[in-house]
């Protein structure tokens, strides 16, 4: 078993942006510090990017779209170098796993059996699907030959978040650059050596250089400046809403770019009377405190019948108590620490706010948790809150943290009514032994993902993404690549 205390003392983080295939110095002159928030020490140092750095990347992320040393592939050649990657991947799997914990405080054990496997398997799969979509030719007419083609769209800008740094930059990654356009990577300023590394296996794999271009930098200077850049094609985002809605701005402010925006949730989970009721309260609770909450699907609204209430926060309450927060480097840590201690105040001020609107606390505090000898680590300890009514602030707003709403109804109606009754609607569960009810249910509810007894189930072949504030476009599957291409109509009179 891996000693991960002694793999951190040793490991080697890159500390310069990766631009033409190879590392380069920032053009700016901030420096960052990112802290570990296990601990609160300094991991390392990082030259942030300013828009020279995102004109040099996006210069150079052109010129190896024109010049098709990577678009002019054969689609079987991308897939093999993305299926390489995979296994570079895997191969380095306990790294960037190390890695990922060390900058965001999630548990190593599951950055390296989750995330990881979930990113080898995300690249692989668009590599294996490389050359499996084909084109059409409509039946236009003896004398005539109608083509129609995707077409890769150019040069594509990719700003992911920090809470699953590897599994959304991957989710970008792999429908973009398997459709042949070349890329632009901003990582959260929190999780930029994991980003640096997974982009420094690809061109191991043959990658072409200058086709994936990674620039760390602040949102609101690197990200900015690519929704404004003139020369970027597309915009593919994860992250908040306010962020979500500027890029949308910024694309009309330029060139009119497409945007894909992912702007997290709000998610319901349903809890029918006839449900296996242990299984619904620990799973919904589960879906609320995994990865320290910090998940934009995460089931932070429990929506309850009346009649059962009790029971399930029974459940839920013993389930939180199994999931106090631990170093993680722990192998055994069911969670680790949130991503700053930034975030961390965020998180206890929607407890406060919500304890001062009305809500108890039954599991949890509204101070933070105390873990080993980290008296600076960013802990919080598993919450959960009853006495919730729709239209409260804990209700509405996304936490981001491990804190579980609990909401009383009445009828399969009213749950479906507080299920619809925030802006978002990326994600929800319904629980429940009746067929009938789990298709009503199923159907009235407004999200783009719906797990009917289960949560956060699926694999690469079905997409994820959501409809209202939570955004538009979806991740994973092959519906992801249509985001990066154009539809080409070519007539050919004979």
Avoid at 75 to 96: F, H, K, M, S
Avoid at 160 to 174: I, S
Avoid at 293 to 301: I, T
Avoid at 343 to 360: K, M, P, S
Wanted: glycine fraction near 10%; proline fraction near 5%.
């Amino acid at each position: 078993m891996t000693n991960w205390f002694e793999s951190a003392d040793s490991l080697v983080l890159p500390a310069k942006h990766l631009v033409d295939g190879g590392w380069v110095d920032a053009l700016g002159d901030e420096i960052f510090s990112v802290v570990a928030p296990r601990d609160g020490s300094v991991l390392g140092q990082i030259a942030l990017g300013n828009e020279r750095d995102v004109d040099r990347a996006v210069a150079t992320a052109r010129a190896a779209f024109e010049d098709r040393r990577w678009s002019g592939l054969r689609p079987a050649q991308r897939g093999a170098v993305l299926r390489r990657w995979a296994e570079l991947i895997q191969e380095n799997a306990a790294d960037l796993a190390l890695t990922i914990s060390l900058e965001m405080g999630k548990p190593v054990r599951e950055a390296l059996g989750v995330e990881l496997r979930a990113v080898a398997n995300c690249i692989r799969w668009y590599g294996e699907i490389a050359d499996k979509r084909p084109d059409e030719s409509p039946a236009a007419g003896d004398d005539v030959v109608a083509l129609i083609t995707r077409e890769p769209a150019g040069v594509v800008a990719a700003v992911v978040p920090w809470n699953f740094p590897l599994t959304m930059t991957a989710w970008k990654l792999g429908p973009s650059l398997v459709a042949g356009n070349s890329v632009v990577l901003k990582p959260a300023e929190q999780t930029p050596y994991s980003a640096l590394k997974l982009a420094e296996l690809a061109l191991q794999a043959g990658l072409p250089d200058g086709v994936l271009n990674v620039v760390p930098g602040r949102g609101h200077i690197v990200g900015k400046a690519l929704g404004l850049h003139h020369d970027v094609d597309i915009v593919t985002f994860t992250g908040s809403p306010e962020v979500g809605r500027a890029f949308l701005r910024y694309s009309g402010e330029s060139n009119g770019k497409r945007v894909w925006p992912e702007l997290g949730g709000k998610s319901a989970s349903i809890i029918l009377p006839d449900a296996d009721l242990e299984k619904a309260a620990r799973m919904t609770a589960w879906g609320s405190f995994y990865n320290q909450g910090e998940m934009c699907s995460a089931s932070s609204r429990m929506v309850v019948h009346r009649d059962v209430v009790d029971e399930v926060l029974e459940h839920a309450r013993a389930q939180a108590r199994e999931m106090a927060p631990a170093d993680p480097l722990d192998q055994d840590a069911p969670l680790g620490s949130l991503v700053s201690e930034a975030h961390l105040e965020r998180v206890l001020g929607h407890v406060r706010n919500a304890v001062a609107d009305g809500a108890e606390i039954v599991e949890g505090s509204t101070e933070r948790a105390v873990v080993d000898a980290h008296p600076g680590g960013s802990y919080v300890a598993p919450t959960i809150l009853t006495g919730v009514t729709p239209g409260m602030r804990i209700e509405q707003q996304e936490v981001f943290g491990p804190v579980l709403s609990v909401i009383t109804v009445d009828s399969e109606e009213e749950a479906i009514r507080v299920a619809n009754g925030t802006e978002y609607g990326l994600a929800a569960s319904v629980w429940t032994r009746d067929l009938g009810a789990a298709h009503r249910v199923s159907r009235a509810v407004k999200a783009g993902i719906v797990w009917v007894n289960c949560f956060e189930e699926g694999d690469m072949s079905v997409p994820f993404g959501g409809v209202k504030g939570s955004g538009f476009g979806r991740d994973k599957s092959a519906h992801a690549i249509d985001k990066f291409t154009d539809l080409k109509t070519t007539w050919i009179e004979l």
